[in-house]
């Protein structure tokens, strides 16, 4: 059971599937990064400009204040914080946004790559395996219907 175990592990990582989430994972840590840069230094300064400073994170709705009596605290405060909110949806849209792009442009490569007339790109054995058998079943096709015509 085991020999089995460490049989299938050594396939997936040889395989290049454990690279693969490896390296998604280093460049989705990156790009957290960059989308927080974004985020708070480019786009939430001008937001908290138009709402009259403060942090936008702060923002909320009171709907109890809450009572301190010589240091201590007697009633808690309760509010709605709707700031944050808004941020991780900021952040929600602009990863959203980002992989969109990023998945159009790997699927418009994939296309050029799989399209066999296109010379420019180098196309998939099992592309061009296909395209040649569709070709031959075209022709195959074509002297039959001509043998039927006769």
Do not use: W
């Amino acid at each position: 059971m085991s020999f089995k175990l460490i049989k299938e592990f050594k396939e997936f990582a040889v395989k290049g599937n454990m690279i693969d989430i490896a390296i998604g994972v280093i460049i989705g840590t990156a790009f957290n990064k960059v989308v927080d840069v974004i985020v708070k230094d480019i786009l939430f300064p001008p937001l908290t400009y138009l709402t009259n400073g403060g942090s936008l994170q702060n923002k909320r709705i009171i709907l109890r204040e809450g009572v301190v009596e010589e240091g201590v605290t007697k009633v808690d405060e309760i509010a709605i914080g709707y700031g944050k909110l808004i941020e991780v949806g900021v952040d929600f849209l602009i990863i959203g946004f980002t992989v969109f792009l990023v998945v159009k442009l790997m699927n418009a490569l994939r296309k050029k790559a799989d399209d066999p007339q296109n010379i420019e790109e180098v196309t998939p054995k099992d592309i061009e395996l296909l395209h040649r058998m569709t070709e031959l079943i075209e022709k195959q096709n074509q002297i039959l219907e001509d043998i039927k015509s006769k």
